[in-house]
């Protein structure tokens, strides 16, 4: 990944740019909360939302997309088909429900929310079908461990573009995300900022201290210097804002390698292999 600025793109397997920072919008309220975040993002140089159908916040995303002045064409939009509507119609009929209530005509990334059993193969076909359609630029999954992708992979047409999970320094998961590289697919963090408990890590705090960086910036940072797609979520302006300012300074090797030894495997957010929802 070249690194440059807040507007930088990952190429996708099948060509398209990604840009490399986005904001995330789970838990961001529909109307104006979620209105103003995408604004400020939009101003401060960020060109890729994160949303999807299960957040309730489409229709406020979609009109904060209308309402700037950025085209269409710039800003990557990405939204999730939900469990309870996984299955070859019901993904398609889901997939019309959140372009109407973003009220765009296109999708950057449609991905399938989590790996619900009996159900992700038939949703793929469905994600295939838009894809080929043209609807729909670049396809993916999130929440998928190797087994779920290797299965997935035994009758795919389309090898999925991007795999969302969580991750962050406690959570690296190092052979998912070599499988992902291997086969071309894009890893992309959720919960990059451990849901705000960055701050709760000592090594963070010196690494904060000695960039003049804050805890959070060094985490963004440290997940674009690791190749991955990063979208923290905030609401608030200034965070918003400072979370995009990572790109006037690098981590040294030595403390890349010191971030990614706090890796013990933890997770905030539900196992793929044991959710219930
Ligand atoms: P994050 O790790 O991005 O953390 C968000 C939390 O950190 C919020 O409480 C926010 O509070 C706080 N925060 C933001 N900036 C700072 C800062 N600079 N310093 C300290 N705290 C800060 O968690 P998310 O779970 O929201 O993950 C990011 C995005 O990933 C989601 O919003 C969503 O788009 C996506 N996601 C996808 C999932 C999936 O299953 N595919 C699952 C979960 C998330 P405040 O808003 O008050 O600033």
Redesign the pocket.
């Known amino acids: 990944m070249q690194i440059s600025d807040s507007k930088g793109t990952v190429k996708l397997s099948n060509g398209i740019d990604m840009p490399y920072l986005g904001?995330?919008?789970?838990?961001?309220k529909e109307g104006n909360e979620v209105i103003d975040a995408v604004q400020i993002a939009l101003e401060a140089g960020y060109r890729h939302i994160?949303?999807?159908a299960i957040?309730g916040n489409e229709i406020g995303v979609g009109n904060a997309i209308r309402a700037s002045s950025i085209n269409r064409s710039e800003i990557f939009v990405t939204t999730?088909v939900w469990n309870s509507k996984q299955g070859y119609d019901t993904t398609l009929k889901a997939f019309d429900a959140s372009l109407q209530a973003l009220q765009i005509d296109y999708l950057d990334l449609y991905?399938i929310?989590?790996p619900t059993k009996g159900k992700y193969k038939e949703t793929w076909r469905a994600l295939e079908k838009l894809y080929r359609d043209g609807i729909v630029k670049a396809i993916g999954v999130?929440?998928f461990h190797v087994h779920h992708l290797e299965d997935l992979l035994t009758t795919a047409e389309i090898v999925p573009m991007v795999n969302?999970?969580?991750y962050?320094p406690y959570l690296m998961q190092k052979p998912l995300t070599d499988f992902c590289a291997k086969h071309k697919i894009q890893y992309e963090?959720?919960?990059?900022?451990?849901?705000?408990n960055?701050?709760k890590v000592d090594l963070l705090n010196a690494l904060a201290q000695k960039y003049q960086k804050?805890?959070?910036?060094i985490v963004i940072r440290w997940n674009l210097q690791n190749g991955v797609v990063v979208?923290?979520?905030?609401?608030?302006k200034e965070?918003?804002i400072?979370?995009a300012n990572v790109f006037d300074f690098s981590i040294s090797n030595e403390d890349m390698k010191a971030i990614n030894a706090l890796d013990k495997s933890y997770r905030?957010?539900a196992n793929p292999d044991n959710f219930n929802f």
């Not at 804050?214 to 910036?217: G, L, Y």
């Not at 979208?231 to 608030?236: D, E, G």
Request: hydrophobic content about 35%.
């Open positions: 904001l995330g919008t789970y838990l961001t994160d949303t999807a957040y999730k991905l929310h989590w999130s929440n969302q999970v969580e962050h963090s959720w919960s990059p900022l451990m849901q705000g960055i701050t804050t805890e959070a910036q979208i923290p979520k905030s609401v608030k965070r918003i400072s979370n905030f957010g």
